[in-house]
Nanobody, 120 residues
C-alpha cells in the first residue's frame, strides 16, 4: 500500500528553521518515485489548503509567500522529499502535507500531515 509519511514538524520561534521530510513507500513508489512530482501543501486553521512548493525532474516551483525562505529537494534513492524552511514567520503556522502526482491530473497520494507552529 502506497504511503507518504511526513516528519520534522514542531514548535519554533519566529526567525528559526525547520526541515520537513516525507518518505514515500509502497510498490508504486519503489521503482518509479523519481517520476513523481512531489509537492508540499499547508493548511492553517480556518483556511483552505494552499500550495507551498513542488519538485519534479523539470525543476521546482514555489508559492510567492515562501519564495527565498523555503527550499524543496528530493533524494530519489531514499524515496524522500524535503522542505527546508528558514526565516519562519507566525503566518507559516499550519499543518504541512506531502503529496505525490504522476498523471498530471492532480495529486494522487497525500500524507497525514505534520504540524508546524511558529511563535512570534
Amino acid at each position: 500500500q502506497e504511503q507518504l509519511v511526513e516528519s520534522g514538524g514542531g514548535l519554533v520561534q519566529a526567525g528559526g528553521s525547520l526541515r520537513l521530510s516525507c518518505v514515500a513507500s509502497g510498490r508504486t513508489f519503489s521503482s518509479t518515485f523519481s517520476l513523481y512530482t512531489m509537492g508540499w501543501f499547508r493548511q492553517a486553521p480556518g483556511k483552505e489548503r494552499e500550495f507551498v512548493a513542488a519538485i519534479s525532474w523539470r525543476g521546482s516551483s514555489y508559492a510567492d509567500s515562501i519564495k527565498d525562505r523555503f527550499t524543496i529537494s528530493r533524494d530519489n534513492a531514499q524515496n524522500t522529499v524535503y522542505l527546508q524552511m528558514n526565516s519562519l514567520k507566525a503566518e507559516d503556522t499550519a499543518v504541512y502535507y506531502c503529496a505525490a502526482e504522476k498523471t498530471g491530473a492532480g495529486y494522487d497520494y497525500w500524507g497525514q500531515g505534520t504540524q508546524v507552529t511558529v511563535s512570534s
